[in-house]
């Protein structure tokens, strides 16, 4: 059995290592360590210590440190490799790319439409990652200022229920 079968094995029943010293510590539910198991962990209890060392090792490349440098927050910065995926796929730079997006619909009775505003406009407020906004050269930017956020509502109340599903169906088909 390979080692990553035999790890498997124990992930599938709920079977946890550790090291403790050279000790190989074993902790299961009761009944998912059989004779069988408990033997060939005995043999290969060697090779899972050093496999279980390696594993939790400290890296030995120290982890850089991050300031934070707030004067300089609104300046342009490089996108993540996924955001860069995105914004690459968006422009149809590569064959067969397609841009990302998302389609909710939600249906509300009674929807105090002002009172969720002001609330998404204060989130907007507090988090500068919801101002942020891709620049022609792949950057992104954090902007100091947006202007008010605007939800549509399509209020179809008081329609009959075909209109209203034309209605729906040709703003599903626009926006999916």
């Known amino acids: ?4 079968e035999l790890l498997t ?11 403790e010293g050279e000790q190989l510590r074993i902790r299961a539910p009761k009944g998912s360590l059989s004779p069988q198991l408990r033997e060939v962990l005995k043999e290969r209890k060697d090779e ?4 279980l060392n390696q594993v939790n090792a400290p890296t030995t490349e120290p982890v850089p440190e991050i300031v934070p440098q ?7 910065f490089p996108l993540t490799e996924m955001q860069q995926a995105y914004w690459v796929g968006n422009h149809g730079v590569v064959e067969l790319s397609s841009p990302a997006h998302f389609y909710s619909e939600i ?3 009674n929807l ?10 204060r989130l907007i407020e507090r988090h500068e990652m919801l101002r942020a906004i891709i620049l022609p050269t792949g950057e992104q930017q954090i902007l100091a200022q ?11 109340r ?19």
């Open 1 to 4: 059995m390979m080692l990553q």
């Open 9 to 19: 094995e124990l992930t599938d029943r709920r079977i946890h290592l550790s090291v």
């Open 48 to 51: 899972l210590v050093g496999w």
């Open 70 to 76: 707030f004067q300089e927050r609104y300046q342009p």
């Open 107 to 109: 249906e509300w009775d």
């Open 112 to 121: 105090d439409l002002p009172r969720l505003l002001a609330a998404w406009q």
């Open 146 to 156: 947006v202007p008010d956020y605007e939800i549509e509502m399509v209020d179809l």
């Open 158 to 176: 008081g329609l009959e229920e075909p209109e209203v599903s034309r209605r729906l169906q040709a703003m599903r088909d626009r926006l999916s």
